[in-house]
């Protein structure tokens, strides 16, 4: 087995040099900081990047980097939307063409059966039964419409890496700083998050071992990753971060 190992601050390149040289790059950390986000979105232009990491709302600068590894796409749903559509066109008529129509001249057949007699009359009075159901009819049309359409359009998180995997915090107990190089038989492990401070300004330790067996070994341990218990990103409730919580105290 061959390995180089380093201890002390600012092991950024040391660490960041060989993931940048990667194919394929699986990164596994609890806490990410924004620098460190952008440069894996980047390198996922070129390469396979993976990152599994957590989903802690506490840590501000996770949060931000967070919103750096993954956009927000609006997808409308067109069939729904072709459903919502008539359901609202539908209702429209009932409510301003064929129920008014139908009370009007339910109205006029009442008005008419006070004179001419009591069959006129009943059946003016069924007309504005109808005309008022229809109408009732139509709201409702409306109504269903107007939900289907605001259900077919969603937002959608999506990764800007190839394969981002937050782990529930909680759940999962992910503690590991891991980087696995697949293609170039590499692994490494440290004490360092890859964050600004893990990189930079820290006294860390980091190694990287080139080894078959220890390559499996981190891919066993990845895959179990894989299969923890995941946080769904638009359920994710983030505190604001400082910059809109300024933004709100300039508001007030």
Partial sequence: MSFEFRCG???????????RGGSEVIVVSPWLS??????????????????ITTNDA????????LDELYSIETIQDEEKRRKARILKITGLVMLFLLGPVLLALGINLSAAGITTGTAVSAAGTMLIMMGGLICIVGVVLLVIGSGLANSAVREVYVPRVSELVVLD?????????????????????????????????????WVWLSNPETVEAAMNFVDWL??????????????????????????A
């Fill in 9 to 19: 601050v600012g092991l950024g390149e040391f660490v960041m040099g060989r993931v």
């Fill in 34 to 51: 924004p620098e460190v986000a952008r440069e894996l979105v980047e390198l996922s232009k070129r390469a396979r990047v993976t990152v």
């Fill in 58 to 65: 506490e840590n501000r600068s996770h949060v931000r980097a």
């Fill in 169 to 205: 915090k909680s759940a999962t107990k992910l503690h590991a700083k891991l980087v696995v190089l697949p293609s170039e038989g590499l692994v490494g492990i440290g004490s360092a998050n890859l964050t600004s401070s893990g990189l930079q300004s820290n006294a860390e330790c």
């Fill in 226 to 251: 894989l299969k923890q218990s995941r946080q769904d990103l638009s359920s994710m409730a983030m505190p604001e971060t400082a910059e809109n919580e300024l933004a709100n105290l300039a508001r």
